[in-house]
């Protein structure tokens, strides 16, 4: 199982940026998915996830209407496509998969990509 995570990298505020999370080992379409993010010295935090189809999406209240949570399973790929960035931004993004239901707790994810670090000046 392994999740790839690429995309990061240095920006300016007001920049966007999109990630991104290449899946192989597991059927990818069988797993929900999620982005979480850890600002350094901080916790991770959830920032947001997509159901198995991606018909149903969820999103921290501090990223809602900023980023944009997407997948396409033929391509075994997830993204979050980030807008208007901020320096409060900057953190390393990791993407992770689920079969529970559950979705802001990491605990209930499954398997975790290394994470891709994005870093926003101001």
């Known amino acids: 199982v392994q999740l790839q995570a690429s995309g990061g990298g240095l920006v300016e505020a007001g920049c966007s940026l999109r990630v991104s999370c290449t899946a192989s080992?597991?059927?990818?379409?069988?797993?929900?998915m999620g982005w979480f993010r850890q600002p350094p010295g901080k916790e991770r935090e959830f920032v947001a996830a997509?159901?198995?189809?991606?018909?149903?999406?969820y999103y921290a209240d501090s990223v809602k209407g900023q980023y944009t949570i997407s997948r396409d399973n033929a391509k075994n790929t997830l993204y979050l496509q980030m807008n208007t960035l901020k320096p409060e931004d900057t953190a390393v993004y990791y993407c992770?998969?689920?079969?529970?239901?559950?979705?802001?707790?990491?605990?209930?994810?499954?398997?975790w990509g290394q994470g891709t670090e994005v870093t926003v000046s101001s």
């Open positions: 080992g597991f059927t990818f379409e069988n797993y929900g």
């Open positions: 992770a998969a689920k079969t529970n239901v559950e979705y802001t707790r990491a605990s209930h994810y499954d398997f």
């Open positions: 997509i159901s198995r189809h991606g018909g149903l999406t």
